[in-house]
């Protein structure tokens, strides 16, 4: 009972930065769907636009790190992976059933065949690699849990070695290739460990030194920043120094993973106590994700509905749309989630044979 209280009742210190972290995704998915960083024309909207580009990778360590300091002490539950698995499932369907009945879009049978297995067709990159990452937890916890600190450490090195040195030094993603490619999973387990060696031993360069993360937050924005600038310039007489460049603004760069570990140390540290309408907020910000990157919204919500060509020519126009579409896609969702949660979720979870599923998983699932 006392567990149970403890995680109803989590410090909102994390879950902010859990939004936080989802609103700097919706800067990166604005900035990557409306053009305002295309062009060679450096002004007020493309600095704020790169600005955003930088953050969203930011955002995505964010969640992977607060998904390894919080699950790396806990059991396994297949309910807890089925239920992300349902509201996908529900907003990939329920988009596509709302706009063919509709009219507005007429789709193949194969784009219907798509919506009804999404995480098949890869249709949400991040919480596809994300449910899979759920799915490993059993057995990446079982081996950190066997590691003395001495050689968690030496896997760290190794595993930093790779996926961050490496790629930085030669400028390339490497084996991963892409994060959103079927290898991009590697990369998630990475930073999954990270945030599980966090909770478990915490790392004392970036422990209680608040006034030096701070510093290192600002400075990987601000080389990446500059990075990207130099990058579009010299794109202007070979695009090999814009795909170049692009490494650097990756979730796997060092000047992406230390501003990231720097911010969430940060707010770690920051004594905030429980905030209803903080976890609140926090607690439906996948389902933020598949509302405003969904194949049937994403288009239609910046050009259609925010306009982005036309606000892209006013000054400051960008800031204030990101704004109100952050705060829009938050209110719609809360409602969207509500209905769902109380109408589709609630009458599911109420299956008993489904119910038995879930035990008959879990004791597969847990290791001896």
């Known amino acids: ?19 936080i972290a989802m609103c700097l ?8 769907n409306t053009g305002i960083v295309d062009g060679y024309t450096i002004n007020g909207n ?14 995505v360590v964010i969640f992977l ?5 919080f699950s790396i002490n806990k059991n396994f539950s297949f309910k807890k992976v089925f239920i992300l698995w ?6 990939s369907v329920g988009f596509m059933l709302v706009f063919r009945l509709t009219g507005i879009e007429k789709w193949s049978k194969v784009d219907t065949l798509k919506t009804f297995f999404p995480l098949a067709y890869n249709q949400y990159w991040f919480i596809t690699a994300y449910l899979y990452l759920l799915l490993l937890i059993p057995f990446i916890n079982k081996f950190l849990n066997s590691l003395t600190k001495e050689n968690y450490n030496k896997v760290l090195v190794v595993l930093t070695i790779i996926f961050v040195v490496i790629p930085t030094i030669f400028y390339s993603n490497g084996l991963i290739g892409s994060t959103q490619t079927p290898m991009g999973i590697l990369l998630f387990i990475y930073v999954y460990i990270l945030g599980a060696y966090i909770r478990l031993y915490g790392i004392k360069f970036f422990e209680n030194r608040k006034l030096r993360n701070i510093i290192l937050i ?18 202007q007489k070979n695009i090999f120094w814009s795909n170049l460049f692009a490494y650097y603004r990756e979730m796997n760069s060092i000047f992406i993973l230390v501003p990231s570990i720097a911010l969430f140390y940060v707010f770690k540290e920051w004594k ?4 209803r309408f903080i976890n609140y907020f926090a607690s439906i910000s996948f389902a933020v994700y598949l509302f405003h990157e969904s194949n049937f919204m994403r288009y239609r919500l910046w050009h259609n509905i ?10 400051g126009g960008v800031f204030s749309t990101l704004i109100i579409a952050t705060i829009s896609f938050y209110l719609i969702t809360a409602i969207i989630e509500f209905l769902r949660k109380n109408i589709i979720e609630k009458n599911v979870l109420k299956i008993k044979a489904l119910n038995r599923l879930f035990n008959k998983v879990d004791n597969f699932m847990s290791l001896k």
């Open 218 to 235: 600002c400075l990987g924005y601000i080389i990446v920043f500059a990075i990207v600038l130099i990058g579009k310039k010299l794109e």
């Open 25 to 32: 995704i919706i800067f990166h998915h604005m900035a990557l």
């Open 46 to 59: 493309m600095i704020f636009g790169i600005i955003g580009g930088i953050g969203g990778k930011i955002g």
């Open 65 to 69: 790190l607060i998904t390894g300091y």
């Open 272 to 275: 905030l106590k429980y905030n």
């Open 1 to 19: 009972m006392e567990k149970a209280i403890k995680k109803k009742n989590r410090d909102s210190n994390i879950e902010l930065l859990r939004i």
């Open 306 to 315: 925010f306009g982005m060509e036309f606000i892209n020519t006013i000054p």
């Open 86 to 91: 349902l509201q996908i499932f529900c907003y």
